[in-house]
């Protein structure tokens, strides 16, 4: 049953499985848009030569 469908019945646990399970796909979300955004600024950058010892 999806929660569009009209049968559905918001009550105490759906609402606290839908709302937990937003919260966890939004901070997902958000650690891979960081990393993404991360990398793809730390690849446009030009520092040639700083390689800090590796």
Known sequence: MF????EWSWD???MVFMG???YALSIIGMGMTFCI??????????????????
């Open 3 to 6: 929660p569009f469908c009209f």
């Open 12 to 14: 105490i646990g759906h």
């Open 20 to 22: 937990g399970l937003w």
């Open 37 to 54: 955004i991360k990398s793809v600024v730390d690849c446009t950058k030009k520092s040639e030569g700083d390689d800090k010892g590796h």
